[in-house]
């Protein structure tokens, strides 16, 4: 990493290669990054614009970021999360349908897309959202990541753990 990278790096609170963790949000979202994972929690109704935004961003910022989602449908249906990009991990039978597993790829726009729409609707029937995706993330990918969410209203920096702290 360049030295100026580097200050640039410590000035917005990181002290780099010691980072524990970096949450940032609003009074909705709390988006908590590490260097192996990014979780995502919504405690109230939030639009799909900005929950789409979020997963488009961060597909921006790591295209090699994934989520895995395990769904319970008939088989045939299968197929049609492979159509929506989504990658078959697994899957098992269990009372009359099958258990299945899937990797969601941020590096498909189609999937990013039918997660959010999936997540949405779990939003709006729940109301609270936890989502956990996984990247290979660093210092340098987390200060992206916070300078392209902040232009959401109200988006800011809640908490900078380092090793130190």
């Known amino acids: 990493m360049q030295s100026a990278e580097r200050v640039k790096i410590k000035l917005s609170g990181i002290d780099p290669q010691t980072l524990t963790s970096f949450a940032m949000g609003n009074s909705d979202i709390d988006l908590i990054c590490t260097y192996g994972k990014i ?27 994934t989520h895995e989602t395990e769904i319970l449908c008939d088989f045939d249906d ?3 999360y492979q159509r929506m990009g989504y990658t078959l991990v697994s899957y098992s ?35 609270t959202l936890k989502k956990d995706f996984y990247w290979s993330g660093k210092d340098h990918n987390i200060i992206q990541l916070f300078n392209e969410l902040k232009k959401i209203d109200g988006w800011e920096i809640k908490e900078i753990k380092n090793k130190d702290n």
């Open 39 to 65: 979780t995502l929690q919504c405690r109230y109704e939030i639009s799909d614009y900005t929950l789409g935004l979020i997963l488009k961003t961060i597909s921006g910022v790591d295209n090699a970021a």
């Open 78 to 80: 299968i197929q049609n």
């Open 93 to 127: 039978r269990h009372d009359g349908k099958y258990r299945v597993t899937f990797n969601v790829p941020f590096s498909s726009a189609k999937a990013v897309y039918s997660l959010t729409v999936a997540f949405f609707e779990e939003l709006q029937k729940e109301k």
